[in-house]
């Protein structure tokens, strides 16, 4: 499939600049972006098909995480505090 984006030239130009940073052409970048934005049809499936693509995508949505968000304690998940 091809796909024709109409970029004003200020946002080409930061998207050659960020594809070049990485080595790449902005094409294979465009394409790398896409493709992390396909979500399989389920994680169920993918854990049973594919369990090293399952744990680096589990992993990559753990680390998406602030690790400085506090913790809520074991009281505020008890059911009585529901």
């Not at 934005?37 to 602030?66: C, I, K, Y």
């Amino acid at each position: 499939m091809t796909i024709t984006l109409n970029l004003p030239p200020g946002k080409e130009s930061a998207f050659e600049a960020q594809a070049r940073a990485r080595g790449l052409s902005v094409e294979q970048w465009m394409l790398e972006l896409a493709e992390q934005s396909v979500q399989p049809v389920s994680m169920a499936h993918l854990q049973r098909t594919n369990p090293r693509e399952w744990a680096r995508q589990f992993r990559a949505w753990a680390d998406s995480h602030d690790p400085k968000m506090p913790v809520l304690s074991d009281e505020a998940m008890g059911r009585e505090s529901i």
